[in-house]
């Protein structure tokens, strides 16, 4: 479409919500203008327009924490839009994956039961963030920064240790050993830039297709 078509507030401005591509979690709000918005699309990185600095501003410039654009989406009203980004480091200022970090409601108090695989993606945005910020410490930072290789072992052995499990009988051992395969295989996934989502969608047109043979 036409960039003129978009509609623009008073002050020249569309509210631009940043999101992972992959892990779907959404990094932050920001604002551009017609100008940041060409600039966006022509280098393939963000650039925003500072409201408090009133000047246009490059994601990363200074701390090298860019975002790779994968797409730009607008909505029905044409007045917002969506960028869809592969982050290269934490997306706040305050060195956060997310700008949306805290919660107004009572962790405790959600029923994660309502939804059973919720915690996979909630461990695929961890391990995202694991990825981005490289908190030392962590068993995540440490695969990351061994890179592939050790992935792909930790996931071998993980699947040996899964049929191990299953030849014993063990339903407790399975179920542990089944849980680490998941964890090191969602790793792999963030490594190699495939989302969950798109596992998710190969299942879904596997059983489709299963669907309609039957």
Not at 11 to 24: E, N, R, T
Not at 133 to 155: A, C, M, N, Q
Request: glycine content about 4%; aromatic content about 8%; overall charge negative.
């Amino acid at each position: 479409m036409n960039l003129t078509e978009l509609r623009f507030d008073e002050k020249g401005l569309i509210p631009a919500i940043v999101q992972d591509v992959q892990s779907k979690e959404v990094l932050t709000l920001a604002y551009m203008n017609e100008e940041s918005l060409k600039k966006s699309l022509e280098t393939r990185e963000t650039w925003f327009y500072s409201r408090s600095r009133q000047e246009l501003w490059h994601k990363g410039e200074t701390s090298g924490d860019t975002q790779e654009i994968a797409d730009i989406r607008y909505d029905c009203d044409q007045d917002a839009l969506v960028v869809l980004v592969d982050p290269n480091g934490p997306a706040c200022h305050k060195g956060t994956y997310s700008c949306f970090s805290d919660s107004l409601i009572d962790e405790d108090s959600v029923d994660v039961a309502s939804d059973r695989f919720a915690v996979l993606s909630e461990l695929e945005k961890v391990i995202a963030e694991r990825e981005k910020t490289r908190p030392e410490g962590s068993y995540t930072t440490y695969l990351f920064s061994e890179g592939v290789d050790k992935i792909l072992k930790k996931v071998g052995e993980e699947a040996s240790e899964v049929i191990i499990a299953a030849k014993n009988r063990d339903k407790n051992e399975l179920s542990w050993e089944t849980a680490d395969l998941l964890y090191h295989v969602l790793v792999l996934l963030q490594e190699q830039n495939v989302p969950l989502d798109d596992v998710l969608a190969v299942l879904r047109q596997r059983h489709t297709k299963t669907n309609e043979k039957e």
